[in-house]
């Protein structure tokens, strides 16, 4: 079946520096992605989305960047700071009024 | 804050107990869904409500009943559980349905431990 978020599960970053984390979907056909952060004992919270017809999207210390040719996605957060420590999770849309979450990449903030 | 509180936090409950989760949002939205979220795996969509109309039911056990009364409240009321249905449930809401719509706000979730 399709499938998306397809994430490494940690990433460990010293403080201060950038994160890139990535995420990969199998169906060709989805047309908008989002990241969700996920703090410890909260629940997800919206970063940023983008469209299948753009491939880079900003936002404040965030930035996304979409390649539909070999169906990837990345956040990047510029400047890592310890609030940034979290579960990061990719869903996409195809067509379809469900959202499909990955599995999440935990990112780690290291002083 | 995100407007969509849950309770309880935490609930823990025999295999034969009846309890319910409840779900309030406070950003005028039309939709509500609720997620299953359990160790080491994705999000699991269970069902959506738009305008208090359930439109997804994505396979859930009937042990698992949700409740719409109105679009500000969403319950999910729980009976004859089973243990590896422990995990976090979570609410969310959005202005509506559909593409382009995609930022659900969640609620912080709740705890279940089924014993």
């Known amino acids: 079946g399709e499938s998306v978020g397809l994430h490494l599960p940690t990433l460990s970053v010293q403080e201060g520096d950038n994160s890139i984390i990535n995420c990969a979907y199998s169906?060709?056909?989805?047309?908008?992605f989002i990241w969700y952060k996920q703090e410890s004992g909260k629940g997800p919270q919206f970063i940023i989305d983008?469209?299948?017809?753009?491939d880079k999207r900003q936002g404040q210390r965030v930035t996304v960047l979409l390649n539909k040719t070999v169906k990837h996605l990345s956040l990047q957060i510029a400047a890592t700071q310890p609030g940034d420590s979290a579960v990061y999770f990719c869903?996409?849309?195809?067509?379809?009024?469900?959202?499909?979450f990955g599995t999440g990449t935990r990112l780690t903030i290291i002083p | 804050e995100t407007g969509v509180t849950q309770t309880p936090r935490h609930l823990v409950m025999g295999m034969t107990n009846k309890k319910s989760l409840k779900c309030e949002q406070h950003?005028?939205?039309?939709?509500m869904y609720w997620y299953k979220q359990s160790a080491k795996k994705p999000l699991e969509l269970m069902f959506v409500?738009?305008?208090?109309?359930?439109?997804e039911n994505n396979s859930v056990p009937s042990r698992f009943s949700p409740e719409c009364p109105n679009s500000s409240h969403l319950f999910l009321h729980l009976h004859t559980l089973q243990p590896e249905d422990s995990a976090l449930y979570l609410c969310?809401?959005?202005?509506?349905?559909?593409?382009?719509?995609?930022?659900?706000?969640f609620g912080e979730g709740s705890r279940l431990t089924v014993l």
């Open positions: 969310a809401s959005s202005q509506y349905i559909g593409l382009g719509t995609g930022e659900l706000f």
């Open positions: 169906n060709s056909a989805s047309d908008y």
């Open positions: 983008i469209r299948s017809n753009m």
């Open positions: 869903a996409d849309y195809f067509g379809n009024e469900k959202l499909t």
């Open positions: 950003l005028g939205h039309n939709a």
């Open positions: 409500y738009n305008f208090k109309e359930q439109t």
